[in-house]
């Protein structure tokens, strides 16, 4: 029986992730809910791996942090993307959709 | 972008406590935010915990995985690992202190015989712009040193000293100092300027110069009382007044020359200043900038042929050869250091063997807690991060020892007073030498650790497991690391053996060679006549003959003397004609050592006569002149001669027909070294001696009795004669002997000693492995004994693996030793780098060695109790 998820590829999570943060700052938990809304659940993202993620753009300057408050008024790690993140999301999100393009060009007519 | 990074990663360092609150916070916060969206769902609180749990994977993995994302982990963990490995290796002090030590001897002794390269080869030269300095391969003469500065065109500046001793009569008992003969551009050449006064001024350095002197700091302390208002005071040297006008900063002293006073050649030698024969200057030279070494030897050899244009008589033969100062001054022990520094390396690398499968065989017994570590979810390369913290660790406390060790040694070497090091007080431990000790320790640890760490990782550890589980029944399991490091440090051993080996046998060849004396029971000591108050031969004469009778009138003592002792690095050289034969061109006669003595000089220094006679007392002044000449003379300049009857004189002489007459022929001295060839030399009497300038001698004294009080009765019977004159350089003959090996001795004993070290180690490292095998093994053992295998059968099979691993090791050793000690060729003498006696002897000293230090674990497998061995499941 196939399974109802698919794991992420390797190195997707980034652009996953800038993804969801190009439309609004959200804190660590919203990322990992958006991410599975969007995907109808078809993607699976172990919680836990979002957060080196997430630091690892931070450093990267990619994205920032700010704290701020929650929808249910509790403390809450904002994350929003930099000028340095929008421009890295625009690059990636060009180079996956050749990609995808691509493999599936080759699927359909090989 | 790196900016960015770099103030991250330190907000994270320096932040440290606020950075780990934040990140609880923000897992906290998702776990929470998630816990509460099941609950709304409807869960039962159990299967929330259950399902949160699960999604989000390991929390304390996560919070690693986002430290290591933020970069702060690198330093954190470090100093976790540092802590972790400290404690660790303080809950295992047998094996920190093998390891430590193990180490600390190589780190060791690399570190004393780095600091005598570094202090010998390294270390700039005390002199400003030292890369421009040259010295001249020939002495010179004074006029010629002055001619060539004129006449070239590549050097700034140029100059020459001659040492000469001198009798400083102040106060108390006289002393014999080193005088300085300079020419005024020695210290413009050298770039040092005086600490009090002033250097000797071109228009003082002349003939009929004043007599001035400039103190070296040592002499200014030690026998001006340190004055500060020295300058103008005079000082008696040699019965002249000289006047100091400077005194020489502490850390100056010249290239290769030991100075107490520096005075001109004009006032201190007026005789040799204009004479162009006397070649007895070193002359040093500064190249003007831009010019390189090529062109400032061809613009000198262009001065060098003028001259022997100019002056046949006694320039004839030039050729001066210029090398770079340093090149002179370290060229000789380059080679013997270079080689002493690669075989310390050997032993370094020896000792990291050792350290390795130490770190293995550590790693197998920890191997439970490696696994417990593994399934609590340490990542494969934070263990092995750990892993190398703690080699490392031991390596830098292990370099720390060894830098404890290495102070130690240096002294030791300092105490075996080798020639290159005969001028050094202290083998100083500067910045570099510490580098040197970090950089090798670290690397070490680093390297060393990751050789095992990285074989762990490829399955030696589970090999290793499963031999401890018992589950093989074939029992063949080998670590390959293990077998490559025992197989290289045998090779490597045998290399340092070869070597040793090799250095031992030319030692023990020159310490056989017939010096052509008998050195037991003789002393020596040197002393000079003042040139003021024995101006003239006869007068020198009868000093000498009355002095020896006063000592011969000793009971139990017989004493000659002679002009300058063997082995003591002095003679005077004069070219020779013999009657009969034709002269050659004018300075191209051939050249002896001349030798003055008195007294029965051959009989004290037992010293054999083949043909003719030895002096007599009739030989003597106003008689008809003699000499001795030594076989070499007769084999080179009198072949096929009856050489006794034999007439020569100087070429050129005064009177061309005042011939010496050979009477009698002696057996070759070893003048200039053991390891030196013999020169024609002639002996004749001090009492017909033609040239007042030579006015030393050294008396040699052969006692039947050891010689405690004769020195001082000797003294006395000196100073009783003329009390200005003071004795030096007393030492026995065997002292002389001794000294002139002391280079070849150092060398061996170093050699030595490290390839002791070497098959040390090795034979640990093989001790280790045999005894590991037992250990593995001792089940399997105990079935094979139980089934009624022989002690051989037991002994094979623990030892057949360390035997094969031997020979390979020993075999790839010679291998090496014949590739490698063709570098000691220089160092060895009269023996070949490949002479198979040695290398073979060295080979089953090592196969011996080894075999023994296999068989030692070994036999204990032979005592293990089949029931034991059994239980022990």
């Given at each position: ?19 969801t ?12 809910e ?77 | ?36 969206k ?27 995985d ?28 047998a ?76 106060k ?6 080193h ?14 300027q005086?600490?009090l ?66 005075v ?134 292990g ?32 910045v ?13 640890g680093l390297?060393?650790g990751?050789?095992?760490?990285w ?133 191209t ?6 030798l ?41 300049l009198?072949?096929?001669?009856n ?20 009477i ?31 006015k030393?001698?050294?008396?040699v ?34 002292d ?23 098959v ?24 094979h ?89």
């Amino acid at each position: 029986m196939p399974s109802r998820f698919i794991d992420l590829p390797q190195g997707t999570l980034d652009l996953l992730i800038l993804r969801t943060l190009s439309l609004e700052p959200l804190h660590g938990w919203a990322v990992s809910e958006r991410i599975q809304q969007i995907s109808s659940d078809v993607l699976r993202v172990q919680q836990g791996s979002l957060y080196p993620a997430l630091h690892r753009l931070e450093r990267r300057g990619l994205i920032k942090a700010r704290w701020g408050t929650s929808e249910n008024n509790r403390k809450a790690k904002f994350y929003e993307l930099t000028k340095a993140g929008r421009r890295e999301f625009e690059i990636e999100q060009d180079a996956w959709q050749k990609l995808t393009a691509a493999v599936s060009q080759i699927l359909e007519t090989a | 972008m790196f900016l960015h990074d770099l103030l991250f990663r330190l907000r994270a360092l320096m932040r440290h406590p606020a950075v780990e609150n934040e990140l609880d916070d923000e897992l906290r916060f998702h776990l929470e935010q998630q816990t509460d969206k099941y609950l709304k769902s409807g869960m039962s609180e159990a299967e929330v915990k259950r399902r949160v749990r699960l999604e989000f994977g390991g929390l304390d993995k996560v919070k690693d995985d986002c430290r290591e994302a933020r970069g702060v982990s690198l330093v954190e963990s470090l100093v976790q690992d540092l802590h972790y490995s400290a404690r660790t290796l303080l809950h295992s002090p047998a094996f920190t202190a093998c390891a430590v030590l193990t180490l600390a001897l190589g780190i060791g002794a690399n570190t004393a015989i780095f600091s005598v390269v570094n202090t010998v080869l390294l270390n700039p030269l005390p002199y400003s712009n030292p890369q421009e300095l040259l010295a001249a391969r020939q002495n010179e003469a004074l006029p010629n040193l002055k001619d060539m500065q004129q006449r070239t065109n590549s050097f700034a500046s140029s100059g020459g000293v001659n040492i000469t001793l001198m009798d400083f009569t102040g106060k108390g008992e006289p002393v014999r100092v080193h005088a300085a003969l300079v020419d005024g551009g020695l210290f413009t050449t050298l770039g040092v300027q005086p600490m009090l006064g002033r250097w000797i001024s071109a228009n003082e350095d002349v003939k009929g110069g004043p007599p001035n002197v400039v103190a070296s700091y040592a002499f200014w302390r030690d026998f001006l009382g340190a004055d500060p208002d020295v300058l103008g005071r005079t000082i008696r040297l040699s019965d002249n007044s000289f006047t100091v006008i400077g005194v020489m900063p502490k850390n100056f002293a010249l290239p290769r020359e030991l100075a107490d006073v520096f005075v001109s050649l004009w006032t201190g030698y007026p005789e040799a200043a204009p004479e162009r024969g006397v070649h007895f200057m070193h002359t040093y030279w500064r190249l003007k900038p831009g010019v390189g070494l090529t062109q400032a030897q061809a613009d000198i050899a262009q001065a060098d042929r003028r001259l022997a244009e100019e002056f046949p008589d006694t320039e004839r033969e030039r050729g001066t050869l210029l090398i770079p100062l340093r090149e002179l001054l370290v060229g000789d022990v380059r080679p013997a250091l270079l080689v002493l520094f690669g075989a310390v390396g050997l032993v370094l690398l020896i000792a990291c063997a050792n350290f390795a499968m130490l770190l293995m065989a550590r790693a197998v017994t920890r191997q439970r807690e490696l696994m417990i570590r593994v399934s609590l979810g340490a990542r494969n390369s934070r263990l092995i991060r750990q892993r190398l913290t703690e080699s490392t660790l031991i390596a830098l406390v292990g370099g720390a020892v060894g830098l404890l060790a290495a102070k130690a040694g240096t002294t030791l070497l300092l105490a075996l007073k080798p020639a290159e090091l005969h001028h050094m007080d202290a083998i100083p431990m500067d910045v570099r030498v510490f580098m040197f000790v970090f950089a090798i320790s670290l690397l070490t640890g680093l390297l060393f650790g990751l050789l095992p760490a990285w074989s762990a990782a490829r399955g030696d550890i589970a090999e290793a497991l499963r031999e401890n589980a018992r589950t093989t029944t074939t029992g063949v399991s080998r670590s390959p690391l293990r077998s490559f490091l025992v197989t290289a440090e045998l090779a490597l051993a045998l290399i340092l053996l070869a070597g040793a080996g090799l250095l031992i046998k030319g030692f023990l060849r020159l310490r056989s060679v017939d010096p052509g004396f008998n050195s037991s029971n003789v002393i020596s000591m040197y002393l000079q006549l003042p040139g003021t108050r024995y101006p003239n031969i006869p007068m020198q004469t009868n000093f000498r003959r009355e002095l020896l009778a006063r000592i011969n009138a000793f009971p139990g003592v017989e004493a000659a003397m002679i002009t300058d002792l063997p082995l003591a690095g002095n003679f005077v050289g004069h070219r020779v004609v013999i009657d009969g034969v034709p002269t050659t061109a004018v300075g191209t006669e051939p050249m002896a050592q001349v030798l003055s003595v008195m007294g029965e000089y051959f009989g004290v220094m037992q010293i054999p006569i083949h043909a003719g006679r030895a002096f007599s007392a009739m030989d003597r002044e106003g008689q008809p002149r003699v000499a001795i000449v030594n076989e070499t003379f007769v084999r080179q300049l009198l072949p096929g001669q009856n050489p006794i009857g034999s007439r020569i004189n100087w070429a050129r002489a005064d009177d061309p027909n005042d011939w010496m007459t050979i009477i009698g022929v002696v057996s070759d001295v070893k003048h200039s070294g053991l390891n030196q060839p013999v020169d024609p030399a002639i002996y004749q009497p001090f009492s017909q001696n033609d040239e007042a300038w030579r006015k030393w001698m050294t008396l040699v004294i052969r006692t039947r009795v050891p010689v405690a009080g004769v020195i001082e009765d000797v003294k006395k019977q000196v100073w009783s004669l003329d009390s200005q004159i003071p004795l030096s350089d007393i030492q026995s003959m065997d002292d002389l002997l001794a000294v002139s090996l002391a280079q070849e001795r150092f060398n061996m004993l170093l050699l030595g000693s490290f390839a002791v070290l070497a098959v040390v180690l090795a034979g640990v490292g093989i001790y280790g492995m045999v005894a590991y095998r037992v250990n593995q093994r001792t089940h399997e053992i105990g079935v094979h004994m139980a089934l009624g295998a022989q002690h051989r059968d037991v002994l094979r099979l623990v030892m057949k693996d360390a035997v094969k691993l031997g020979l390979l090791g020993i075999t790839l050793g010679l291998v090496g030793a014949i590739a490698l000690t063709r570098v000691m060729v220089s160092l060895l003498f009269k023996v070949k780098p490949t002479d198979p006696v040695t290398l073979i002897g060295v080979a089953l000293l090592l196969a011996a060695v080894a075999m023994l230090a296999g068989y030692i674990p070994a036999r204990r497998a032979l005592s293990v109790h089949p029931m034991t061995a059994l239980r022990s499941e």
